[in-house]
């Protein structure tokens, strides 16, 4: 069986994403022939250590069209691919989904919506040739998941199709190893593209300037690359902050998963101050490592805190919440060393990619 992921915009990066990784466990678990297809976006040293053994495949750019450029794609392969595995919902997807089944009428489509709550906006209620052309093309999908139980709940009562629940997740090479408290030190963790304005960065230092003087033993590490545009906020928050410059500590982009790993591993808490998020793949990394998670109120956020059992959750853009929050959890040290415990527990039972993919390979046979 062909399983095919086509997401044009693939990096090395997007390897050990979704993107990557559900072609991988496919491939390695399910005994499908996986392949990765997209441009040529640089080098993939990645397929050499972290998804070994998963196959890759260029689109030519022959047009200045991504759809198009697609359709060609899908055109000259249909008939030797089984499944395809398409991202996200809009035009492009109707096309390559429905010439798909055009030239190949046997094989299955996969369409993961990787959806943020804006995919509510999407109404199927409207009588022109617009809607019917939208629900044409999805009620030929054999399989649409979305991330979060909130958007599958939503989506399986206002849509015309059946919408399966079927989230992120992580893999640990099939090496379980335990995390204990006294590995962990009084760090926080943030895991982002820093000062991208979805990520509010600024939240992020602000809550954690409020709450300073009530959690004087702790740290803060930002993870990721810096936003050019960011970087005057950052110089002026320590041109008025002095006092943190020593306990806020911007790492930058980390690319070595070992390396990233350690910092998941090394610290109490992990938090995200999203605006909106689809599903943040840090959330479940730093779940397996024993964090507790604080998060901003994104549609993933009721699953990824087991309904705030192993995390909590603050109102989006909300600084002084957060400090609130940070207080309480960074006060509470019987709390954090069980949920150590507990947060890799949860994430095993639910977030694991292997379980996950298995409900996939499930629903498309």
């Not at 999407?122 to 040739?129: L, Q």
């Not at 629940?165 to 995390?179: A, E, L, P, R």
Request: glycine share 4%; net charge neutral; aromatic share 14%.
């Amino acid at each position: 069986m062909n399983f095919v992921t086509l997401f044009l915009s693939t990096e090395n990066f997007h390897l050990t994403k979704d993107v990557g990784m559900i072609p991988y466990i496919m491939y390695k678990y399910y005994g499908y022939n996986s392949t990765i297809v997209s441009y040529d976006n640089g080098d993939y040293p990645y397929l050499k250590t972290e998804v070994r053994g998963l196959k890759q495949d260029f689109v030519r750019k022959t047009t200045n069209n991504n759809m198009l450029n697609g359709c060609l794609y899908i055109w000259k392969e249909a008939r030797n691919i089984d499944v395809l595995h398409l991202f996200h919902i809009g035009i492009q997807q109707y096309i390559w989904l429905l010439l798909f089944k055009l030239r190949n009428s046997k094989g299955k489509v996969y369409l993961k919506l990787d959806a943020a709550e804006s995919i509510r906006e999407i109404k199927f209620n409207r009588w022109n040739i617009k809607h019917f052309f939208k629900k044409y093309a999805l009620k030929k999908c054999d399989l649409i998941s979305v991330e979060t139980t909130q958007l599958a709940e939503y989506l399986s009562e206002n849509w015309p199709v059946e919408i399966t629940y079927i989230t992120n997740g992580f893999y640990d090479q099939g090496k379980y190893s335990k995390i204990n408290y006294d590995m962990k030190q009084n760090t926080i963790c943030h895991v982002s593209r820093v000062g991208s304005p979805e990520k509010a960065t600024d939240v992020l230092l602000k809550g954690f300037k409020i709450a300073s003087p009530n959690i004087k033993d702790w740290n803060l590490k930002i993870v990721g690359p810096i936003e050019k545009e960011f970087e005057p906020f950052i110089e002026q928050f320590f041109a008025d902050n002095p006092e943190l410059k020593e306990r806020i500590e911007f790492v930058g982009l980390v690319t070595d998963r070992k390396e990233l790993n350690q910092y998941y591993e090394q610290s109490k808490v992990f938090i995200m101050t999203s605006l909106f998020e689809s599903f943040g793949l840090v959330f479940v990394e730093a779940l397996r490592y024993g964090c507790t998670i604080i998060t901003s109120n994104v549609s993933s956020a009721i699953d990824i805190t087991d309904k705030e059992r192993v995390g909590k959750i603050f109102p989006i853009n909300d600084a002084e919440i957060l400090a609130e929050k940070l207080i309480t959890i960074c006060s509470d040290e019987n709390y954090l060393k069980q949920n150590t415990l507990d947060s890799q527990e949860y994430a095993y039972a639910n977030f694991y990619w292997p379980t996950l993919c298995g409900e996939i390979n499930k629903k498309l046979k």
